[in-house]
T-cell receptor, first 114, second 119 residues
Framework: KAGVTQTPRYLIKTRGQQVTLSCSPI?????VSWYQQTPGQGLQFLFE???????NKGNFPGRFSGRQFSNSRSEMNVSTLELGDSALYLC?????????????FGPGTRLTVT | AQTVTQSQPEMSVQEAETVTLSCTYD???????LFWYKQPPSRQMILVIR??????QNATENRFSVNFQKAAKSFSLKISDSQLGDAAMYFC????????????????FGKGTKLSVKP
């Protein structure tokens, strides 16, 4: 099976712009989670989608949003970019939600905001 | 709220030697899962090993094993016969068994331990 794919791999945006990141889960996986990784804050949970519904959400402002499509592919959007949004954004997929189901991570999208 | 603490920001080990990475966590749940993830310089996060809290037996995966002390809320990773390819960031993570929704329903990571392997 193909692994989790994320596009684009690298992105440079200007403060105030918006950005959309894409994640394609492993075939058959219905849950997609997003994480933000920065040197200062480490790995922080953004949100999780299952069957096109947002099931969990981390402590991030409303500028961060996402959605999941019927084929389980997911996108996350960040509006009005700030310098502090520069980070590695990781997507992970699993068969279902909850601890028993292993999360498989994608290679990440490196976002730089200037 | 659950938290995960990795007290060793950096560790170093000689090739072929054994190293232990520490992790402690805090939770009021009795049923949960614990994980060690490896993130090499290529950035792809890889699952190394996982432990179900209801299992007393420590998990083992080839050269990787854990010491799970539920009462002490401790979950250390032992890497035996260290290899150059083991050099990476290692993250300890916690996840509740059941999804209650909200912000704690997913993986909660520690800050990570950077492992260097000397030839």
């Amino acid at each position: 099976k193909a692994g989790v794919t994320q596009t684009p791999r690298y992105l440079i945006k200007t403060r105030g712009q918006q950005v959309t990141l894409s994640c394609s889960p492993i075939s058959g996986h219905r849950s997609v989670s997003w994480y933000q990784q920065t040197p200062g804050q480490g790995l922080q949970f953004l949100f999780e989608y299952f069957s096109e519904t947002q099931r969990n959400k981390g402590n991030f402002p409303g500028r961060f949003s996402g959605r999941q499509f019927s084929n389980s592919r997911s996108e996350m959007n960040v509006s009005t970019l700030e310098l502090g949004d520069s980070a590695l954004y990781l997507c992970a997929s699993s068969q279902r939600q909850g601890g028993p189901y292993e999360q498989y991570f994608g290679p990440g999208t490196r976002l730089t905001v200037t | 709220a659950q938290t995960v603490t990795q007290s060793q920001p950096e560790m170093s080990v000689q090739e072929a030697e054994t190293v232990t990475l520490s992790c402690t966590y805090d939770t009021s749940e009795s049923d949960y899962y614990l994980f060690w993830y490896k993130q090499p310089p290529s950035r792809q996060m890889i699952l190394v090993i996982r432990q179900e809290a209801y299992k007393q037996q420590n998990a083992t995966e080839n050269r990787f094993s854990v010491n799970f002390q539920k009462a002490a809320k401790s979950f250390s990773l032992k890497i035996s016969d260290s290899q150059l390819g083991d050099a990476a960031m290692y993250f300890c993570a916690y996840r509740p068994t059941f999804d209650y929704g909200g912000s704690q329903g997913n993986l909660i990571f520690g800050k990570g331990t950077k492992l260097s392997v000397k030839p």
